[in-house]
Structures are given as structure tokens and as C-alpha cells.
T-cell receptor, first 113, second 111 residues
């Protein structure tokens, strides 16, 4: 049973515009959330994280929003750049099992010039 | 140099072969992991080592055998694999309650 879901398998956005990636989770015990970016044939690269005590975390062009009541988080990339074209994974963990990340299936982002 | 280094990057092996994947982390982390990524599937956690002790084994077949000789090194020993074991195998490390950092992966093909 997949506890972290990314329901949009792909997203196409024009260069300079905002990319919004969504992620839903079912386990209310999750208290730490992360986004990773992955290029083909490479390992995922950590982008940004957020603890459940916050509802927003920003790092440069990347902002993650957390809505605990809706069990939903999103990643905003603005402005989008061609180098942002990759697969983005949402992940979550909790409490004493914080070493165990549950991943979503990923969203492929394509940034058009 | 990346924080987590995996070798080899690519591996082709027959079903009767024995091979090993190697991982080294230079980040001073206290936990190391093996993940598997198959086509169009989420990343699957295989094994977790925390402070060199295995704390998680996600029902992985015995043809995959992990080894963690110290906090910086992790191996995955492979023997009598099946073609469906072909995948990208990713090593990762983390500090307690910190972000997990991944290596570049080993693309394994079983023929």
C-alpha cells in the first residue's frame, strides 16, 4: 500500500514560469518530508525538506508547502529553468522510523524553452 | 567528489555469477541504505544499517546479501540473480533525522 502518492506522472512548463508539483500522503504519523530530483541513470539529489512543525520552507527558487490537515505538500519552482527538467520524488518519514523513507512514484518535469 | 560513491556504475552479470556492489560515504553519516529502483516504480528500500547494525530488511530475497564493515562502507553481495532483478541499485546515507543522500547508482543487468 503506497503511503506517498504523486498523482501527476508528468508536468510540462515553459521556461521562466512556475512549476508546481503535488504530493499526497495517507499516514498521519509522517513528520518529515523531502523532495528529491533525479536525472536519468543517476541517483536522486536532495532538494529541500520540511518538518511537520512548519508549513513552508524556502530555499532559493524552491519552496515547499505543507498542509497537514489535507495531508498534502507541494513543491514550487520559480522561475523554471531548462536544467530543472528531471524526475521529482516526494518522500516522507516519521518518528522512530525516521531512517525509513517512503517515496512517491515521481513526477517528470519538462521545461520548454 | 560526491558524498556517496558507488562502484561499479554499470554491471552485467549472468544468473550463475557472484558479484558485489560497493558503496562509500564521505559525509560522516551514521546510517547507510540500499534502495532498488525498477522501471516506473517508486524507490524500494531494501536494507538499512544504523551504526553498522542492520535495522531493516524489507523482505529481500536471500540472493541479496548486505555487508557493513564500518560506518563508511556498505556492500551488496549478489548471487544467482534473476533477470527481474535488473534495476538501478542505489546506496544512500544519512545522519539521524536528516536528509538522505544518494549515490549515483549501479545499473544492473542480469542476463
Amino acid at each position: 500500500d503506497q503511503q506517498v502518492k504523486q498523482n501527476s506522472p508528468s508536468l510540462s512548463v515553459q521556461e521562466g514560469r512556475i512549476s508546481i508539483l503535488n504530493c499526497d500522503y495517507t499516514n498521519s504519523m509522517f513528520d518529515y518530508f523531502l523532495w528529491y530530483k533525479k536525472y536519468p541513470a543517476e541517483g536522486p539529489t536532495f532538494l529541500i525538506s520540511i518538518s511537520s512543525i512548519k508549513d513552508k520552507n524556502e530555499d532559493g527558487r524552491f519552496t515547499v508547502f505543507l498542509n497537514k490537515s489535507a495531508k498534502h505538500l507541494s513543491l514550487h519552482i520559480v522561475p523554471s529553468q531548462p536544467g530543472d527538467s528531471a524526475v521529482y520524488f516526494c518522500a516522507a518519514s516519521f518518528g522512530s522510523n525516521d531512517y525509513k523513507l517512503s517515496f512517491g512514484a515521481g513526477t517528470t518535469v519538462t521545461v520548454r524553452a | 567528489e560526491t558524498g556517496v560513491t558507488q562502484t561499479p556504475r554499470h554491471l552485467v552479470m549472468g544468473m550463475t555469477n557472484k558479484k558485489s556492489l560497493k558503496c562509500e560515504q564521505h559525509l560522516g553519516h551514521n546510517a547507510m541504505y540500499w534502495y532498488k529502483q525498477s522501471a516506473k516504480k517508486p524507490l524500494e528500500l531494501m536494507f538499512v544499517y544504523s551504526l553498522e547494525e542492520r535495522v531493516e530488511n524489507n523482505s529481500v530475497p536471500s540472493r541479496f546479501s548486505p555487508e557493513c564493515p564500518n560506518s563508511s562502507h556498505l556492500f551488496l553481495h549478489l548471487h544467482t540473480l534473476q533477470p527481474e532483478d535488473s534495476a538501478l541499485y542505489l546506496c544512500a546515507s544519512s545522519q539521524f533525522k536528516g536528509a538522505t543522500f544518494f549515490g549515483q547508482g549501479t545499473r544492473l543487468t542480469v542476463v
